[in-house]
T-cell receptor, first 115, second 110 residues
Framework: DVKVTQSSRYLVKRTGEKVFLECVQD?????MFWYRQDPGLGLRLIYF???????EKGDIPEGYSVSREKKERFSLILESASTNQTSMYLC??????????????FGPGTRLTVT | GEDVEQSLFLSVREGDSSVINCTYT??????LYWYKQEPGAGLQLLTY?????DMKQDQRLTVLLNKKDKHLSLRIADTQTGDSAIYFC??????????FGKGTRLHILP
């Protein structure tokens, strides 16, 4: 069973704080993704990584950075948290190709509130 | 780029069939997916269809694909309260990127 875990389910931070969201997958997947989910906007891709130390900007990278030092771990960093970054953050991983193409496996999400 | 559209809300009476519709723009999409998100949880793959198929059935779920119209639907037979969730349509494009729709919230009436 593929497992994607995220470090926290709920997080409350103050404006201006540096925030780290951690994601770990145990299936040796090459690809990892960070999304944010907001009501009425669905899932929006922030960053993704297709290999260790590689990263690509998604649709809304501003205000975020990422780190992938090990294959199983992908971190999302909010350098200086702002209230408009209050959201649900979802991590996902996938292998390349296979029977279902690029099926993404999702973590449970981290609900971040910035006050 | 690829765009995936679906309605935001659907209300269905328990025991009836639910049909959730989705349209996509990239005709070269290879795989099309339906994900389910239950309250407070991440997304979980429900079913998928490869682009050379036009129908797939899996127990209460039926996926229909009309490639010509770029239209995908998910039918849930005998809808139960446990089916209450947000359903995301997604398409894999030629760059191996999965594009998600905004999600359809399925509400079950007693």
């Amino acid at each position: 069973d593929v497992k994607v875990t995220q470090s926290s389910r709920y997080l409350v931070k103050r404006t201006g704080e540096k925030v780290f969201l951690e994601c770990v997958q145990d299936m040796d997947h090459e690809n990892m993704f960070w999304y944010r989910q907001d009501p009425g906007l669905g899932l929006r891709l922030i960053y993704f990584s297709y290999d260790v130390k590689m990263k690509e900007k998604g649709d809304i990278p501003e205000g975020y950075s990422v780190s992938r030092e090990k294959k199983e771990r992908f971190s999302l960093i909010l350098e200086s948290a702002s209230t408009n970054q209050t959201s649900m953050y979802l991590c996902a991983s996938s292998s390349s190709g296979g029977d279902v193409g690029y099926e993404q496996y999702f973590g449970p999400g981290t609900r971040l509130t910035v006050t | 780029g690829e765009d995936v559209e679906q309605s935001l809300f659907l209300s269905v009476r328990e025991g009836d069939s639910s049909v959730i519709n989705c349209t996509y723009t990239d005709s070269s999409s290879t795989y099309l997916y339906w994900y389910k998100q239950e309250p407070g949880a991440g997304l979980q793959l429900l079913t998928y269809i490869f682009s050379n198929m036009d129908m797939k059935q899996d127990q209460r779920l039926t996926v229909l694909l009309n490639k010509k119209d770029k239209h995908l639907s998910l039918r849930i037979a005998d809808t139960q309260t446990g089916d209450s969730a947000i359903y995301f349509c997604a398409a894999a494009n030629r760059d191996d990127k999965i594009i998600f729709g905004k999600g359809t919230r399925l509400h079950i009436l007693p």
